[in-house]
C-alpha cells in the first residue's frame, strides 16, 4: 500500500518590485543607504562639472569649458569604477547564494545612447532565452558592468578630443557626453534595485563579508591634468 506525502505550499517567489518596496533589516538598510549615499555623491558631482562645462560653453567661454569637461572625465571614470566594482563583488558573492531576486531586463526606453540602448536590446533578447532566474540574474550583472565601462570610454574619449581640440565634430562629441552622461544615471539607478533585491535574499551569516567586499574601494584611477589648449574648437 501506497501512501502520497503531502507537500506544504510552494513560497511564491518575490517579483522586482516587492524586493525594492520591501524594507531591509536595519543592518543590511544601513549598508545600503550607506552605499547608495555614496554613489548619489559621486553622480552629483559629476554632474554639476559636466553642468558647469556646458553652461561655459553656452556663454562662449570655450577655453574654461574645454578644461572642466577634463575634470567631468575624471568624476566619471571614478563614479563608473565604482558602480562595476558593486557589480562584481555582487556577483563574486551570488556564487554563494541559492537564493538570487528575480531581475528585469534593461528597458531600451529607459537609454539614449547606442550603447546603452544595444545593451539593453541584448539584455532582454537573452533574458527571455535563459532559463533559470539565476542566469538572468548573472547576466543582468554583466551588462550593467560592460554597459558602464563602454560609457566610460565613450565618455573619456568624447572629453579628451573636446579638451584638446581634436575633435572633427565638436557638436557631436558634446552630445556623446550629454548622452553617456544619462545612462550613467540609468545603470546607477538599475544598480540600486539589483543591490537592495540582494541585499534581501542575502543569509545573514554572508552579510557581514559582503559588506567588507563593498568597504574596499576599486583601485583609484588616475588623475588626467587638463591640457593647456592651443586651439579653441569647442
Known sequence: MFFKLKRG???ARRNVP???????????SQVFEAIVREWERAYAMMSVALNDALSLRARGELVCARQQVS???????RFAQS???ACDAVS?????V?????VEPLN????????GQSAASWNSLLHHVLFGGRSRFFHKLRILSGTVEQLDCEFEQAAAEISEGTTVHPSAAWKTLDSAHYDLNTCLRESEIVLKAFLRSLPSEQ??????????QPPPCRFRVPPSPSRVSA
Open 71 to 77: 575634470i567631468a572625465a575624471q568624476l566619471f571614470s
Open 9 to 11: 505550499p510552494v513560497p
Open 92 to 96: 563574486t558573492r551570488g556564487r554563494h
Open 83 to 85: 558602480l562595476m566594482f
Open 18 to 28: 516587492e524586493d525594492w518596496l520591501a524594507a531591509l533589516p536595519r543592518e543590511k
Open 98 to 102: 541559492s537564493d538570487l531576486p528575480l
Open 108 to 115: 531600451t526606453d529607459f537609454f539614449r545612447g547606442d550603447t
Open 207 to 216: 552579510f557581514t563579508a559582503f559588506a567588507g567586499d563593498m568597504d574596499k
